[in-house]
């Protein structure tokens, strides 16, 4: 397919055309993980300005269509992630049913001292022994979210970070015996730390959804609290509004 940008449209700003082009492009031309032509090569290919291009790019950047990768270039991601909010699903099953391969980056698992919202949320003393897992899940080896979640020292779990490489439900269930019957879930904004941007791999300061979930079994019984960091332009929740 032909690709031009129409100079004699000053209607709409060459960055914005091009936008458009590099859309069809990934959409027609390209599968995720592929590289795009570098910022030399569309500036020859197109004759417009090395700042044209950049601002094309960056915003398809941020809308979650690219990604820079130092050293190597841009390349296409996959297409963003939805979540609905009516049902309980672990991370490996969402991405599953919508065609993408999860898998989990890197694992931690120690026992730590609870403090702040870690104590309100599992109902525990401050300083209290907790356990802790910390998971980077990914999406056809993107990472998409950066998960900490917290369970109450009689929970006796595995300290083999193995068992935790999958599906933290399906382990619950396959070896606790628990069943995750509801879970309340609040959703925010901030800005990715040090901490945050490097498990992520992306820039200090860069907007990411937080996820606070706290899982019940059938008795009522708290399991565990999860704290989610999501890429905000790969990941967006969605709600179906009925009227009265």
């Known amino acids: ?52 291009v950049r601002d094309a790019i960056s915003e398809l950047v941020n809308e979650g269509y690219l990604k820079r990768k130092r050293g190597k270039g841009t390349i296409v991601l996959p297409k963003k992630i939805e979540e609905p909010l009516s049902k309980i699903k672990s991370f490996t099953d969402e991405m599953k049913e919508r065609g993408f391969l999860p898998s989990t980056k890197s694992i931690d ?37 950066y998960f900490e979640t917290y369970m109450n020292m009689d929970m006796k779990i595995d300290l083999d970070i193995n068992e935790y490489s999958d599906s933290l439900y399906e382990y619950l269930k396959r070896v606790k015996k628990i069943n995750i019957k509801y879970a ?20 200090k300061g860069e907007p990411v959804l937080l ?34």
């Open 1 to 52: 397919m032909a690709y031009n940008i129409d100079k004699k449209n000053t209607e709409i700003p060459f960055y914005i055309q091009l936008k458009m082009i590099l859309k069809e492009m990934i959409e027609n031309d390209y599968s995720p993980g592929e590289l795009i032509p570098t910022e030399v090569e569309l500036q020859k290919r197109f004759e417009i300005s090395r700042i044209t």
């Open 109 to 145: 698992i120690l026992i730590t001292k609870a403090f702040d919202d870690v104590c309100k949320a599992l109902n525990v003393k401050t300083g209290e022994q907790v356990y802790k897992i910390s998971r980077v899940r990914c999406a056809d080896n993107e990472p998409i979210v």
């Open 184 to 203: 309340e879930q609040r959703i925010s904004a901030c800005s990715a730390d040090e901490k945050i941007s490097n498990k992520l791999e992306i820039k």
């Open 211 to 244: 996820l606070k979930r706290k899982s019940f079994d059938e008795e009522n019984k708290i399991i565990e609290y999860t704290k989610g960091y999501y890429i905000s332009n790969r990941y967006e929740y969605f709600i179906k509004l009925k009227g009265e």
